[in-house]
């Protein structure tokens, strides 16, 4: 899992999550005292990178998306209606195109499935502490006294920074990837410290998942989807939505 080549890591990490589906505890005591190891060190540096990348990457989209709608609301209507129906300035006509391949290309900076690299990472991580298997969740925290990883805040940045995007307050575009991540992120974030892992749940409790969280049940709202077909199912007749920045 800590090898150069991105491929091989893909295919060893969901060798273990196949390994390690049900809680296997035999593959999580071997990996444990595989860790445990200093030399094994380099494991968490590239799941840490790894982390750190994706956090970077959805910062610098929910940037471009919050440009990207100022701009779509402001530029585009000057251009099209001022510039170029303006003969002072038919001969600096304004390339929209240019701008749109920009726009739309911006949703290549991130690429979340749930067969990315984090999302497989993520799963990987929440069956290594599966079982509240304590000797794996403190390692999620600390490896050694020099040049830990700290995972588990990793993780609750993270969450910190997809949160914006999985509403349509930042942009229109389908938000249900984002909604996925951050499903996953908060399984390998409670796998982390269950038990309870004391030590674990305060690294929480002293990060903003509370108010990622609570950002996320305020968001959604209920609405009744066809008042003339009401059925038994109460589940049947309501919808989420998170709501509109005017709302």
């Known amino acids: 899992c800590s090898h150069e080549n991105v491929v091989v890591q893909m295919q060893a990490r969901l060798l273990l999550i196949a390994l390690m589906e049900g809680s296997n505890e035999a593959v999580q005591a071997r990996i444990a005292a595989f860790l445990k190891t200093h030399k094994r060190s380099h494991f968490f540096r590239v799941a840490h990178e790894a982390l750190v990348d994706t956090q970077n990457s959805l910062k610098d989209l929910k940037r471009c998306l919050k440009l990207s709608t100022r701009l779509d609301r402001r530029f585009h209507w000057r ?8 003969s002072k300035f038919a001969d600096k006509k304004v390339n ?24 497989v990472l993520l799963r990987q991580l ?3 502490c599966s079982g509240q298997h304590i000797v794996l969740q403190d390692l999620m925290q600390k490896q050694s006294s020099t040049g830990s990883c700290n995972l588990l805040r990793a993780c ?3 969450i910190g920074a997809v949160q914006p ?17 951050q499903t996953q ?3 390998t974030v409670c796998s982390m410290s269950q038990g309870p892992n004391i030590l674990n749940q305060r690294e929480i409790l002293q990060s903003s998942v509370l108010f990622d969280v609570n950002r996320i049940f305020s968001s959604v709202s209920y609405i009744v989807n066809d008042t ?6 109460p589940s049947d007749d309501v919808s989420t939505h998170a709501p509109s920045e005017s709302q």
Do not use: C, G, Y
């Not at 391949?101 to 900076?109: F, T």
């Open 79 to 86: 251009a099209r209606e001022s510039v170029q129906d303006d």
């Open 96 to 119: 929209l195109s240019v701008f749109d391949d920009s726009v739309a290309s911006q949703s290549e900076l991130v690429r979340i499935d749930r067969n990315s690299h984090v999302m």
């Open 126 to 128: 929440q069956l290594m």
């Open 156 to 158: 609750t940045t993270l």
């Open 165 to 181: 995007l999985t509403s349509n307050v930042v942009s229109d575009k389908d938000p249900t990837p984002f909604l996925v991540l």
């Open 185 to 187: 992120l908060l399984a």
């Open 228 to 233: 003339s077909r009401r059925s038994s199912n």
